[in-house]
């Protein structure tokens, strides 16, 4: 039987995961469609991402381990924003 990973190594590998698979950083996912066909807006839902993901990233540097609740709340997130890029053609499903 695996041994389930502690909190701070959960959260690292959520974060990871995330920066593996959403285009954080590419200079088109901050751009507002000129058509209006965005279903969300893809640039906000980013931004909440990256706000997140830096304030727990940088938590965990520092050795602050995240509750139970708040590893549930950041994946909630991160799979919700997920499928907003995906109904948006940002990423694929």
Request: net charge positive.
């Amino acid at each position: 039987m695996s041994k389930k990973p502690d909190r701070i190594t959960a959260m690292q590998q959520i974060i990871d995961a995330v920066k593996k698979e959403f285009p954080l950083y590419d200079s088109e996912t901050f751009v507002c469609g000129v058509d209006n066909s965005c279903i969300g807006c893809p640039k906000k839902l980013m931004e909440l991402v990256d706000t997140d993901l830096t304030y727990w990233q940088h938590a965990i540097d520092r050795g602050i381990s995240p509750s139970f609740d708040e590893l549930y709340s950041f994946g909630k997130l991160c799979k919700n924003v997920r499928r907003g890029l995906v109904r948006n053609n940002r990423i694929k499903a």
